[in-house]
């Protein structure tokens, strides 16, 4: 059975993008914080993503459980209101640690894994088109997370890396309705002509 895991499963896009995989008969597992109930028979392996252990430890129990995965989804963000120079280095490092280095560390634990299999897609959500004062710390990971999915991309030509950069509050029944969006990461696991970023600004309709 083909399978996702979902890293930073929420009620947003999180479980969105496991129910979407899931009616295409995936198996789905998660990995959070907290239990999560996906509603699609998700099994969460519980892991902060921001130590690098206990990260690479939850990957691991994915692996043995389900398998290598065919898709896997970087959906972890720590969002905050902070204004350039309000926060100290250490504080913007442990958001950075959220942001950035957890993706970093998943890609780098099962990237190779997979190139040696020969597929599969490695999908981050993004945010912050435009940096914005007013969210500064995320201004800054989102535009490290579209770097580290790009570097991985050219490191590994035979996956598909991409970002679904989500400009707007993601709440059902809006132009970023996460059901809508959760379509965007479906179509690009099942492209043959890849996109690197799919950019969401009004309208989350797949074109």
Do not use: C
């Not at 499963?9 to 009616?23: E, Q, T, W």
């Not at 789905?28 to 998700?42: E, F, M, Q, S």
């Not at 800054?140 to 050219?154: D, I, M, P, S, Y």
């Not at 993601?170 to 809508?180: I, L, M, S």
């Amino acid at each position: 059975m083909a399978g996702i895991v979902v890293i930073g499963a929420g009620p947003g896009i999180g479980a969105a993008v496991a129910r979407r995989f899931a009616r295409e008969g995936f198996g789905v597992a998660a990995v959070a914080r907290r239990p999560k109930d996906l509603g699609v028979g998700a099994v969460t392996h519980l892991a902060d993503v921001g130590d690098e252990e206990s990260l690479r430890r939850a990957l691991d129990a994915v692996n043995e459980d389900q398998g290598l995965p065919d898709a896997v989804v970087y959906n972890a963000a720590a969002i905050r209101r902070d204004t350039p120079g309000e926060l100290a280095a250490e504080e913007h490092l442990e958001l950075w640690r959220v942001n950035v280095l957890g993706a970093y560390t998943a890609a780098a634990h099962l990237a190779p894994k997979m190139a040696e299999r020969g597929h599969g897609t490695f999908l981050t959500t993004g945010g912050m088109p435009e940096p914005k004062a007013a969210y500064s710390s995320l201004s800054l990971g989102k535009a490290g997370l579209r770097t580290v999915t790009a570097l991985f991309a050219e490191q590994y030509p035979t996956l598909h890396f991409a970002t679904v950069t989500v400009g707007g509050t993601v709440e059902k029944g809006t132009a970023f309705d996460p059901d809508a969006i959760a379509e965007h990461y479906w179509r690009l696991h099942t492209q043959r002509v890849w996109e690197r970023e799919v950019l969401i600004t009004t309208s989350p309709s797949p074109a």
